[in-house]
Every structure is written in structure tokens, then in C-alpha cells.
């Protein structure tokens, strides 16, 4: 049963990745080795990516839906897989299932390849990226808004980028988090900031989309340590004085849940108040660490209680709930359950800002023209 009489909407969702996305799409100088999809045998059908050492297991990437105990990496066909990960007709289907009226898509395979080393490739392959998810949205544009992909070798060429992925037709670019050059607080990136305002794109940090260091302990430890390649890169916008010079600038912290964000904020603001020497010289803020968080930062979850009861404690005009369809970690199908829990102590303010307003003010979605597709 539907919780709303708007439309929810999912600021993060994923497609999987066609075994043709990047062979099909890609510059032909690269087709050779354009990531594929092979035979694993026991293991399942998995995609190779050409330099990186570990193919990709389809297991796990569209398992939205199934008990714990069937979750595995390994052993899964990609017929078995959600059709709606790169069908966009029976996405339809499937995102009503779950009450979902429209989503804002980001890759699988894709997120992998930021961390590929060799910039070119990643380009070659992100472009094809951007060709193949503009020709899935357009069915229904109106439902399924794509972001795409820039491998950020150089300022220019990612303003380049974003010229490009606005000609698509796509709502937003989804940053890697580590570009060729220099960190993103260095002021060479100044022109890429000037550009994805008057381009009024948001620009997203995905997480898994930057080298994370070693995490101790079981596997399963490592899925708390996902976060925090995400808040580095916020650190480093607020710290580096990037919302400082563009306080126009909207910048997306994606599935890296939300409740967190108020002790960060806190522990931002602590440690400016008694280590702001540690700032890079010349570097000057005019405001709290916290207030450009609040501010500039945007930020997307899915099963995050905690994110729900601190909302007054942040800028809940800035959190935008997501299913992560199909993704292992969704909350597909039952998604409406969940929120309708979830949701309890909010105003229906708060509501509508979460599961809908936000997400359609940042993406200028038309709610009208949405509830007619519906």
C-alpha cells in the first residue's frame, strides 16, 4: 500500500549493465577490450574488466528481494537477474512494484571502473556508458532520469564532459572519486565548479567509486567501512574551501547513508574551532564547517532509521530517501513498509520533502508531468 498520495521518488537506483553496454557503444579503437561479459563456469557469469584483476560477480548486483540466506556473490546467471536492470520497460513494472514512480539511475559496473588506473580507458568506457543509459531513459523519461559519467583527466575535458552529458539528456554527473590530476580542493578546478552551476547539474560522489583503505577484520566489516571514502571527499570540499568560492555549487553524497551526518558536522565543526591552522594556506571560511554541509551537500539513503530521527538535527531540505533497486542492499519490494515505519515521527512536511520534494527540486523533476506517467 502506497504511504503517499505524491510520488516517491528513488534518488538512487542502478541499472545492470547489458552484456553489449560498452562492446556495442564504446569508440572501436577500444572494443577490443571494452569490459565484457563471460562464462565463469561455478562461479556464475561475470563481467572482465581488461586491468583490473578481479571480474565482477553478478551475484550480488541485482539480488534486490531475496532472503539473506540466498544471498551469493557467485554462481548466478544473468538471465536469473532482475530484467528491469537493463530492460527499461520491465523496470516499469518492477519499480511499481515497490511504489516507486521515479528514480535517479546510477551504474554497477561503472562504479567499479573509477577505480580502474588507466584514465583513457575509463573515458573510452564511460562514454559509451553515457550513449548506452541516455538511449534506456528516453522510453520514459519522465520515470527514469540517468546520470552520467566523466573519468576527469583534466578540467577541461570534464567540462567538456558535462556539455556532453546535458546533450543527452541525463540530470546529473556521477564524480570519480579520485580525477587524474590534482584533488578536487585545488583551484584548478574552479572553471569545472563555474560550469556544473550555470549548467545547474548536480554532481554526484557515489560510494565504492574511490580507493578505500584495508579494512581489519571479517569481510562484513567491511561494509561499515564503505562510507568513509564518501565523507573524505566532503572533508575535502568543505575543508578545501570549495563551497566557500561556489556557494551555488550542489554536490550529491550518494548512498552512503545519512545518520552520521550530525556528528560529522559536529566533529567538523570541533575540529575547525581548534585546529583551523591545519588549513591549506590561503584557505579562509567565512562560515562553520557545519553551515557548508548544510548548505551544499545533499545526501541519499535507503534503510537508515537513524537518518529519519535526526532529520531536525540536519538539513532534512537536503535528504532524499532511495531504494538501491536491484542491488543487494535494497529495499525492494518492500519498500513501502519499510517508510511507512520509518516515517512515523516526521511532519508531513518532512514527508514529502524526503521521499519527493527534494529529490525533484534538485533534479527540476516535474511532479505534474510525473503523475500523469504514472
Excluded at 58 to 67: D, H, Q, R
Excluded at 290 to 309: G, H, K, L, M, P
Aim: glycine share 6%.
Amino acid at each position: 500500500m502506497a504511504i503517499a498520495d505524491y510520488p516517491v521518488i528513488s534518488a538512487d537506483s542502478h541499472i545492470t549493465e547489458h552484456p553489449d553496454t560498452y562492446s556495442k557503444y564504446i569508440d572501436t579503437k577500444w572494443r577490443d577490450k571494452a569490459p565484457k561479459m563471460i562464462d565463469g563456469g561455478d562461479k556464475g557469469d561475470l563481467f572482465v574488466i581488461d586491468g583490473m584483476p578481479r571480474p565482477i560477480a553478478m551475484g550480488l548486483v541485482a539480488a534486490a528481494g531475496k532472503p539473506a540466506e540466498e544471498l551469493t556473490e557467485s554462481g548466478v546467471r544473468f538471465e536469473e537477474l532482475h530484467r528491469g536492470g537493463w530492460d527499461p520497460a520491465a523496470r516499469i513494472g518492477e519499480q511499481d512494484q515497490d511504489g516507486v514512480a521515479a528514480e535517479v539511475i546510477y551504474p554497477t559496473v561503472g562504479m567499479m571502473l573509477c577505480n580502474h588506473p588507466d584514465f583513457d580507458y575509463k573515458k573510452a568506457c564511460f562514454d559509451a556508458y553515457n550513449r548506452w543509459i541516455a538511449e534506456y531513459c528516453e522510453s520514459n523519461p519522465a520515470r527514469l532520469l540517468g546520470c552520467g559519467q566523466t573519468a576527469m583527466r583534466s578540467p577541461a575535458e570534464g567540462i567538456a564532459d558535462f556539455q556532453a552529458i546535458k546533450a543527452l539528456g541525463l540530470r546529473g554527473v556521477m564524480m570519480p572519486g579520485e580525477p587524474a590530476e590534482e584533488d578536487y580542493d585545488s583551484e584548478i578546478y574552479n572553471p569545472l565548479w563555474e560550469a556544473a552551476i550555470d549548467m545547474d547539474l548536480p554532481l554526484s560522489f557515489h560510494i565504492l567509486t574511490m580507493k578505500n583503505a584495508h579494512t581489519r577484520g571479517p569481510r562484513i566489516n567491511t561494509f561499515l567501512s564503505i562510507i568513509r571514502g564518501n565523507q573524505d571527499i566532503m572533508g575535502t570540499l568543505i575543508f578545501g574551501g570549495v563551497f566557500e568560492r561556489y556557494p551555488e555549487l550542489k554536490i550529491v553524497c550518494v548512498e552512503a547513508d545519512a545518520g552520521w551526518i550530525p556528528h560529522y558536522m559536529y566533529r567538523m565543526d570541533h575540529a575547525y574551532k581548534r585546529h583551523r591552522n591545519w588549513l591549506a594556506p590561503g584557505t579562509t571560511l567565512s562560515k562553520m564547517p557545519s553551515e557548508y554541509f548544510a548548505e551544499n551537500i545533499y545526501s541519499t539513503f535507503q534503510d537508515d532509521w537513524v537518518a529519519f530521527r535526526m532529520a531536525n538535527d540536519m538539513n532534512w531540505r537536503h535528504l532524499m530517501w532511495a531504494n538501491d533497486f536491484p542491488h543487494s542492499d535494497s529495499t525492494w519490494p518492500w519498500s513501502q513498509d519499510m517508510l511507512a515505519q520509518h516515517t512515523q515521527q516526521l511532519s508531513a512536511e518532512q514527508r514529502h520533502a524526503i521521499l519527493c520534494g527534494n529529490v525533484a527540486d534538485l533534479y527540476n523533476i516535474d511532479l505534474s508531468t510525473l503523475q500523469a506517467a504514472v
